[in-house]
């Protein structure tokens, strides 16, 4: 079990005692799609990151269908920085004209993407790398923002460029793919109507794709621990309605705003349960699965 690799000198009444607790857990997600978001600051650690590759492979040897879907914010911007590429944020997401598209394609279906794979692969898994593009796996429309301007106070629409929403997810390549010893990884690239390419926010393109999968988990790995109080104290377990209040009175804010309603969204397409939680955090993933307490925040309907 995975905790034993940890803890090598742990006697056999204390590995009993831990197979005794994720047991339950196991049987419960048995067979069950679980979609987990990988953010781009999680992907930093090379450490970090081939445990995220491990616990992947635990999860789909032990009866449970994951799906990885990956970021890539800092190494896009990395790569755009060599390349003297300008590049601008409005209303949270990155303007992307044509040579962007172009670099955010190479940097995501590319050189994250086949890395990800890479860990997996190595760690005993069978990986799999796709994007939106795939089998028409995503088709995306163009996102429309408006931001208001701090002088002026007025509204203005922002062209955001290549900068697209999932509007339709078709699950016949992930179904042919999933209960096959194989995890897919998926970059948020997509296709519009009319063929051109469009870079999707991660956190959107794994809420549509855990949605029309009707995943049992969409686990959301970022850099906080999951929600916290005005105290900064974790909340286990919200609904929607309670995450619609703490928006109401502050305190829920800034990034955690668009991360809660990616949350909302994925439920209301069918997933049973959304959790955000600390990526870095040892073992995060299969601590929330297949323990008692937990890891992060659970947000169910």
């Known amino acids: ?13 204390e590995r009993a005692e831990i197979l005794m607790q994720a047991l339950p857990h196991m049987l419960r997600y048995d067979e069950s799609i679980i979609v987990v978001k990988y953010g781009g600051h999680a992907m930093g650690d090379e450490n970090v990151a081939r445990q995220f590759a ?10 449970v269908n994951p799906v990885v879907v990956h970021g890539g914010g800092p190494q896009i911007g990395d790569m755009l920085k060599k390349l003297n590429i300008k590049s601008e944020f409005a209303a949270g997401l990155r303007v992307t004209d044509k040579a962007t598209v172009e670099i955010v394609e190479m940097v995501l279906c590319g050189s994250i993407n086949k890395q990800i794979v890479g860990f997996i692969n190595n760690e005993g898994g069978r990986a799999i790398g796709l994007c939106g593009k795939d089998g028409n796996m995503v088709i995306a429309e163009k ?21 697209g929403e999932p509007a339709k997810v078709d699950t016949t390549v992930l179904d042919q793919v999933l209960g096959r010893d194989l995890i897919p990884v998926l970059a948020p690239v997509a296709s519009g109507a009319n063929g051109e390419t469009f870079n999707v926010n991660a956190d959107t393109f794994a809420g549509a794709i855990a949605g029309a999968l009707k995943a ?11 929600v916290l109080d005005k105290n900064k104290q974790l909340i286990k377990e919200l609904s929607v309605r ?60």
């Open 1 to 13: 079990m995975f905790f034993m690799t940890e803890k090598p000198t742990a006697t056999p009444q």
């Open 54 to 63: 491990r616990d992947m492979v635990l999860l789909e040897q032990s009866g």
């Open 143 to 163: 996102v429309s923002r408006t931001i208001r301007d701090p002088d002026s106070n007025i509204e203005k629409h922002v062209d955001l460029g290549f900068v």
């Open 216 to 226: 049992k988990r969409l686990l959301f790995l970022t850099d906080v621990p999951g």
């Open 242 to 301: 309670q995450i619609r209040d703490l928006i109401a009175d502050g305190t829920i804010t800034g990034g955690m705003i668009p991360k809660v309603e990616t949350c909302i969204y994925a439920i209301e397409q069918g997933v049973e349960g959304v959790v955000i939680l600390d990526g870095k955090s040892p073992h995060a993933v299969l601590v929330e699965l297949l323990t008692d307490h937990g890891a992060g925040t659970l947000i169910t309907r």
